[in-house]
């Protein structure tokens, strides 16, 4: 099965620092990569979603220049939080997609605790 | 505006029962309803998924129930067991502009021994 690897899956960063988080599809090509916000006991919250090789397009309200997207290849998709305050602390959900295969499979990664200190 | 509506919020259950969470979605464009299970700490994986072309679906102890006219899709957990308690999201997908998840905003499932 599809099979799509976060990383780190906890991180703890001094508040003004930047934090990298790499989603990548383990065992197959991912057209189009998401990047969600989950806070405690509610619902996933779409950030952005990013297509190889372009731009990510930001949902409203989400900053870009803060949560900086690259999807460089159609296996990697990287999310930096920039200047990490502690209001950033979250978990953070990729997802990728195999559109055309198997309806429109998206598979999440593991998920990444991004906590601010 | 809430495009899919999920019910109830929580849900606790008998080990043994039969645990049932609702949706409504509101937009005809979606067409492809999928299921979550999350535990904590982990992300969500899919657990069923249905198209509106089948009014059931089912997968060992997990069912959709999908009704088109009613715009309504529920999932039943039959047997239930502890190792079932976790948080549950419906979640629709479509077309034309809908084509990323849309999710309800989910269901904590507490199966008790």
């Known amino acids: 099965g599809a099979v799509v690897s976060q990383h780190p899956s906890r991180v703890i960063c001094k508040s003004g620092t930047s934090v990298k988080i790499e989603c990548r599809s383990l065992d197959f090509q991912a057209t189009t990569m998401f990047w969600y916000r989950q806070f405690p006991k509610q619902s996933l919250m779409l950030m952005a979603t990013s297509n190889e090789g372009s731009k990510a397009t930001y949902e409203q309200g989400v900053e870009k220049d803060k949560f900086l997207i690259n999807h460089a290849s159609l296996t990697l998709s990287t999310l930096t939080v920039t200047s990490a305050h502690p209001e950033d602390s979250s978990f953070y959900i990729c997802s990728a997609s195999r559109l055309g295969r198997a309806g429109y499979g998206y598979t999440f990664g593991s998920g990444t605790r991004l906590t601010v200190v | 505006q809430q495009q899919v509506k999920q019910s109830p919020q929580s849900l606790i259950v008998q080990k043994g029962g039969i645990s049932i969470i609702n949706c409504a979605y509101e937009n005809t464009a979606f067409d492809y309803f999928p299921w979550y299970q999350q535990f904590p700490g982990k992300g969500p994986a899919l657990l069923i998924a249905i198209r509106p072309d089948v009014s059931e679906k089912k997968e060992g102890r997990f069912t959709i129930s999908f009704n088109k006219s009613a715009k309504q899709f529920s999932l039943h957990i039959m047997d239930s067991q502890p190792g079932d308690s976790a948080t549950y999201f419906c979640?629709?997908?479509?077309?034309?502009?809908?084509?990323?998840?849309?999710f309800g905003k989910g269901t904590m499932l507490l199966v008790s021994p």
């Open positions: 979640a629709a997908v479509g077309n034309s502009g809908y084509s990323t998840l849309t």
